[in-house]
């Protein structure tokens, strides 16, 4: 079992930025990738980004890209979403995921372990 720990979640205003960080601890040698997800109010959840164990591979939504940055620290086993020039429609619960599988398959929701989630609210 992988155990996935979200934080740095919080209130900022449109245009700032927010790093938000996920924890893995257990098997985490059975982990091929991560990938952050999220769920905006009455919206299903969607993926954001993604990214290999090894950080050689990595993958955005549109709606994101040149805007976030998914980046890991294996010594820390840590997941990192740095956010910036944030907007109104970013607000969500983001989820951590990790996967056995290659970035694709995390992409696709195909995902072995989900974190509890962490609230991220951009005002306008």
């Known amino acids: 079992q992988v155990q996935l720990v979200e934080s740095g979640g919080g209130l900022v205003q449109a245009g700032g930025s927010l790093k938000v960080s996920c924890a893995a601890s257990?098997?985490?040698?059975?982990?091929?990738?991560m990938g952050w997800f999220r769920q905006a109010p009455g919206k299903e959840r969607e993926s954001v980004a993604a990214i290999s164990w090894s950080g050689a591979y990595t993958w955005y939504a549109d709606s994101v890209k040149g805007r976030f940055t998914i980046s890991t620290d294996n010594a820390k086993n840590t997941v990192y979403l740095q956010m910036t020039s944030l907007k109104p429609e970013d607000t969500a619960v983001y989820y951590c995921a990790a996967g056995r599988g290659a970035v694709s398959r995390v992409v696709a929701g195909t995902v072995d372990y989900w974190g509890q989630g962490t609230q991220v609210n951009v005002s306008s």
């Open positions: 257990g098997r985490t040698i059975t982990v091929a990738s």
